[in-house]
C-alpha cells in the first residue's frame, strides 16, 4: 500500500473526519500481508492514539482486522458459541475452568487466549506447564475439538485475525498501547472471528490493573461492547477489582492446580465465585437458564459433579496430553506439574485482620523470577509462584505466615522486604469486598 494512502486516512482521523473505508481495508489488508510500511502504520497509530477515533470507525476497523484472517463457522447451532475475555489481573485463572464448565452445561467455547503481558499472567502460559498440552492449534483443529468436546484453548496466530499481529508489535514500541479504540479492535476481531454468538469481558481496574481507575475501565468496557454489539454478537462486561490478588495461586504450575482443585468442586472461594459469575452471564446470555439463579446453580453443579472437569480432562488429552498423565492431573495436579523444591515463608509483623495484599509487588517479584517475560523470547520458569494462606478478612497472629514464595533463584533482601511490605493488617475486623463493581450492558435495542 501506498505511503500517500495511508497519509490520506491519518489526515481524516487529525481532522475527525470519518475514514475512507476503502482504503481503510486496504490499509488493514496490506498489514496482514505485510505490505505496508512499518513507518506509515506507525503514523496510523499515533494520529489514532492521539485523536481517537468515532465508535463507526472503530467497528469498521474491527471488522476489517476481524477479516483479515481465517474465521470459524459454525453450522450446527451457532447461538451456542460463546466466550470471554480478561483484561488480564494479578492470579486470573478463570479461563482454565470456565472453558470445560461451560462444555459441561453444553456450550460451545472455541477459546483463543494469550501469553503474559507485563505484569499481568497468560493462560497459555499457564496450560503449557502442563506436560505434552499444545496449544498451537489450526483453525480446523480448533473446531474439531469444539465438535468432539465442546471447548478447546489456543494460542492466538496468524491465520486468526493475522492484522493484529503486526499492529499490537508496533503498538507495544510506539507507546501507543493504551488507547481505547486500539485496544477494542485488538480484543474484538479475534473474538468475533472464533464465529462468537455471545461475549463476556472482565474488564479489571484498580492499582494492579491495566485501567487503574472505575472510569477508564467503564470507557473501555463500553467501546467494546458496542463493537462487539455492532458485529452482531451478544454482550456483557463485567467491572471487577483488581486490587488484591485473585484465589490463592499466583504463578503459572500453581495456578494450574488451583484450577483443578475449583474443578474438583473444592478450592478457593474467590476464583469459585468468579467462575460462576462469568460462566452464569453467558448461560444467561444463550438463554440456556432465564435468571442469574439458575445459571449460578447449573454451574455449581458441573463445578461438584465432576463433569465440568471430565471435559478438562477431554480437553488435554485431544491438545497432546497422554490419557495417563491427563488422568492423574485431574486427580493429583501436585504429581504432575513441575512446583519448586525451595520455598520460603513470608511472616506477619503484627497481629489482626487481613486487610490488603498488594497484587503488583508480587507480580513484580514474580515476574523478575521467570513467571512472567520482560522480553518476548524470555523462558517461563512454570514453577515459580505464590501460595497465599492468609486471605483477606482473616484473622492473624504476629509471626505467622501469611504466603509462600516458591523460587528456583535466592531471592534478594530487596526482595523478601518488598514481600513483607506486601500486606497490611487492620485492627478491626475487615468485611471482604465483592470483585464485581458494577456491569456495562449492550446498547437497548440490539
Known amino acids: 500500500m501506498k505511503s500517500e494512502e495511508v497519509s490520506i486516512l491519518c489526515e481524516a482521523v487529525i481532522n475527525s473526519e470519518p475514514m475512507n473505508r476503502i482504503l481503510l481495508s486496504k490499509f488493514i489488508a496490506a498489514v496482514a500481508s505485510r505490505d505496508v ?50 483484561t488480564g489481573g494479578v492470579g486470573d485463572k478463570m479461563s482454565l475452568m470456565l472453558a470445560p464448565a461451560l462444555a459441561a452445561c453444553g456450550l460451545k467455547v472455541p477459546m483463543l487466549a494469550g501469553r503474559g503481558l507485563g505484569h499481568t499472567g497468560g493462560t497459555i502460559d499457564k496450560l503449557e506447564s502442563i506436560p505434552g498440552f499444545n496449544c498451537n492449534l489450526t483453525p480446523q483443529q480448533m473446531q474439531d475439538s469444539v465438535h468432539k468436546i465442546g471447548c478447546c484453548i489456543a494460542a492466538q496466530n496468524d491465520a486468526i485475525a493475522p492484522a493484529d499481529g503486526l499492529l499490537y508489535a508496533i503498538r507495544d514500541v510506539t507507546q501507543t498501547i493504551d488507547s481505547i479504540p486500539l485496544i477494542t479492535a485488538s480484543i474484538i476481531s479475534k473474538k468475533a472471528a472464533e464465529g462468537l454468538h455471545a ?56 495456578e494450574v492446580i488451583e484450577s483443578i482443585e475449583v474443578l474438583q468442586g473444592k478450592g478457593h472461594q474467590d476464583t469459585r465465585n468468579l467462575v460462576i459469575m462469568q460462566a452464569s452471564s453467558l448461560l444467561l446470555l444463550s438463554n440456556i437458564v432465564q435468571t442469574t439463579a439458575e445459571g449460578d446453580a447449573m454451574i455449581s453443579q ?145
Open 199 to 254: 461475549l463476556v469481558l472482565d474488564v479489571k481496574c484498580g492499582s494492579a490493573a491495566f485501567m487503574k481507575t472505575e472510569q477508564d475501565a467503564i470507557q473501555l468496557a463500553q467501546s467494546m461492547v458496542a463493537v462487539a454489539s455492532g458485529l452482531g454478537i451478544k454482550c456483557q462486561a463485567q467491572i471487577t477489582s483488581m486490587d488484591n490478588p485473585i484465589g490463592s495461586h499466583i504463578g503459572n504450575s500453581l
Open 37 to 86: 510500511e512499518i513507518s506509515a502504520a506507525e503514523s496510523w497509530l499515533k494520529a489514532v492514539h492521539k485523536y481517537g477515533i468515532s465508535a463507526q470507525d472503530t467497528i469498521t476497523l474491527t471488522n476489517e482486522m476481524m477479516n483479515s484472517g481465517s474465521i470459524l463457522t459454525w453450522e450446527e447451532e451457532p447461538e451456542l458459541v460463546v466466550d470471554k475475555h480478561s
Open 302 to 446: 458441573v463445578l461438584d459433579d465432576g463433569s465440568a472437569l471430565n471435559k478438562f480432562e477431554q480437553m488435554c488429552i485431544y491438545q497432546g496430553v497422554s490419557v495417563e498423565t491427563a488422568r492423574m492431573l485431574c486427580k493429583n495436579p501436585h504429581k504432575v506439574l513441575p512446583i519448586s523444591n525451595t520455598k520460603i515463608e513470608i511472616i506477619s509483623n503484627k497481629a489482626g485482620y487481613v486487610n490488603s495484599i498488594n497484587s503488583l509487588n508480587l507480580a513484580d517479584v514474580a515476574r523478575s523470577h521467570g513467571a512472567g517475560r520482560f522480553d518476548i523470547e524470555d523462558i517461563i520458569v512454570p514453577e515459580v509462584g505464590f501460595i497465599i494462606t492468609k486471605n483477606i478478612g482473616e484473622k492473624i497472629d504476629s509471626g505467622q505466615c501469611w504466603m509462600e514464595f516458591y523460587y528456583t533463584n535466592e531471592p534478594t533482601y530487596e526482595e523478601i522486604s518488598l514481600l513483607n511490605r506486601s500486606i497490611t493488617i487492620s485492627q478491626q475486623e475487615i468485611v471482604p469486598q465483592p470483585r464485581l463493581i458494577t456491569v456495562v450492558e449492550e446498547p437497548r435495542g440490539k
